[in-house]
């Protein structure tokens, strides 16, 4: 009896200090506030995991990159090498150069602090891309996403030019051919590129700032707005709430998942770990950018075979294939091949990324909000646009390797750079058509499930002496998803209000070649729509009794 009474007071005296607690921070804190944000309901399919794979990598490359900034000299300062390892001694190299191999070398668990640290920012932009692309494809940047899109975009603009500002930091032969390249493409750009390479370098390649001020950019200036921008981005998703996959029970009005406390904070958790830990065994069995083999950075030499890291690789792919073209314009020379392939290209490419959610809405007229995602085959025009796109760019990082695939496969070195060349034209043409057709033929497939059923595999014989496959029902959160999908019509010719009439006509030539084509899903009848509705109730009902993890969240504003 004792014992109990101690253990009630000793309860009742932490209820107490919790309750003053929460109190304190209460008269604080947004802390009654903040309470409902614990309960939003995050959608749990696995292509929503793309988002937080970047966010961790990222927190890991935050991580490293500061224990990284203990050891590292951001200097030019010519110096003599005597350190451990041996190949190098008595060898002229940049303070930058020796503190990289000190850390490799010489601090303990250096190098695989340098390699989580590098294999983190090739997975952070892949799972950039990814992400970018699993938005596009679902139509998630629609309305009122908009906004999240564009700075989607600008953090992946951001984390390619703090990805190359890493790259060129250690001063390698590797890096060094970099830069020179990269010197090379200001140069192109008519009338200020001279301007621009002595601001960049101070003076004249490679001059004596460029890693010191590649260093200032890299942890201090292109962090900070990255931050920022992950910030805004993650605030905007639990404003806007979570897109989420259509399903019974699923609606624009609503969003059905686990609840961010404490669920989803769980899961996100141990993807943390996960991410992390995949790092950290990337790094110790891969080996990757071993600088120690290149040696130090000299301008008369460069690395035979040299390729750069993946997300820069189309440029130097675009580079190799350009044809050599100059126009000489009032005594100075315009080099088309650098410009148009290392600056015009790019520029263009994160042009479309930008604007195309506006072209979209221009073109099909929706100004609707969608909270629901867009099954790829849905909008086939889109996903053939898409995939156009990454065949586009696949074309661009092969050739930025063609003279390893000239000598491994013993081609001649011209006509694999012509084979590129026509490749990348004629291949995004017929990835487009390919990918249209495949997803009109996946639409006719689900048209016939609806009308036929599902095949079950049991053939037998009909009256007629002829033999049929047997058809089961189509089970019903598919059959739901399958009737959800409603496709608008084409715009009309005339021309919309306050449009000159060629800008409506070539608006509605535009929005019929986007919905033209497509295989409409009949609607049911009236009775079987409510039946729908009530099994879709029941089911929802049997759903949260079965399942304590699903959530629905709040209601749309």
Not at 78 to 104: H, N, Q
Not at 166 to 185: F, K
């Amino acid at each position: 009896m004792l014992l109990q009474r101690r253990r009630a007071r000793a309860g009742a005296r932490a209820r107490h200090a919790a309750e003053h607690t929460v109190n304190w921070a209460d008269r604080r804190l947004p802390v009654s506030e903040g309470g409902g944000l614990l309960r939003k309901a995050f959608p749990e399919h696995w292509s929503f995991l793309l988002g937080e794979i970047a966010l961790y990598s990222f927190v890991v490359l935050l991580l490293t990159g500061v224990w990284l900034t203990l050891f590292f000299k951001p200097s030019m300062t010519e110096v003599v090498y005597d350190g451990s390892y041996e190949p190098l001694l008595g060898v002229s190299m940049s303070e930058a150069y020796r503190s990289t191999v000190d850390i490799s070398f010489d601090v303990r668990g250096g190098l695989l602090i340098r390699q989580v640290h590098h294999w983190a920012a090739l997975v952070f932009l892949s799972a950039i891309g990814v992400h970018l692309l699993r938005i596009f494809f679902t139509g998630a940047f629609r309305r009122p996403r908009e906004v999240n899109w564009l700075i989607g975009v600008t953090l992946f603009m951001l984390a390619l030019v703090e990805g190359f500002a890493g790259y060129s930091l250690p001063d390698d032969l590797l890096s060094g051919t970099g830069l020179r390249i990269a010197q090379g493409v200001m140069l192109s750009i008519p009338v200020v590129g001279t301007y621009i390479s002595m601001f960049v370098f101070g003076g004249q390649y490679p001059g004596e700032d460029i890693v010191p001020r590649l260093y200032s950019l890299h942890i201090l200036l292109l962090p900070g707005l990255l931050l920022a921008l992950v910030t805004l981005h993650l605030i905007l998703v639990f404003y806007l709430k979570h897109t989420q996959w259509a399903g019974r029970g699923r609606t624009n009005r609503n969003a059905v998942g686990k609840p961010l406390f404490p669920q989803f904070m769980t899961n996100s958790s141990g993807l943390f770990f996960m991410v992390f830990g995949v790092l950290t065994v990337l790094a110790a069995v891969a080996q990757i950018n071993p600088i120690w083999t290149y040696g130090p950075y000299r301008p008369d030499l460069v690395s035979t075979g040299s390729q750069p890291d993946w997300y820069v690789g189309f440029l130097e792919g675009s580079l190799r294939m350009m044809p050599p073209f100059e126009t000489v314009v009032a005594g100075h020379t315009v080099m088309w091949n650098v410009l148009v392939p290392a600056v015009l290209l790019p520029g263009a490419l994160f042009v479309v990324l930008y604007a195309y959610p506006f072209f979209e809405r221009w073109v099909t007229g929706d100004h609707e909000e969608h909270h629901l995602c867009d099954r790829p085959r849905d909008k086939p025009v889109r996903t053939g646009l898409g995939v156009a796109a990454i065949v586009f760019y696949a074309v661009l990082l092969l050739a930025g390797g063609n003279d390893i695939l000239a000598r491994t496969f013993d081609i001649s070195l011209n006509l694999l750079t012509w084979i590129f060349r026509v490749s990348l034209v004629v291949a995004p043409v017929l990835a487009f058509v390919a990918t249209k057709r495949i997803c009109l033929a996946l639409q006719e497939h689900d048209r016939e499930r609806l009308t036929e059923g599902e095949e079950t595999g049991e053939v037998h014989q009909t009256l007629a002496g002829g033999y049929a496959e047997r058809h089961g029902p189509l089970n019903p959160e598919e059959r739901h998803v399958l009737r959800s999908r409603r496709e608008p019509e084409p715009l009309a010719p005339s021309p919309k209000e306050g449009d000159a009439p060629h800008v409506g006509r070539l608006r509605a030539t535009l929005s019929g070649w986007y919905y033209d084509d497509r295989v409409d899903v009949e609607e049911e009848p009236e009775p079987g729509r409510e039946r729908g509705r009530e099994s879709a109730l029941e089911a929802g009902r049997g759903a949260a009794a079965s399942e304590p993890e699903t959530y629905s969240g709040e209601s749309e504003r």
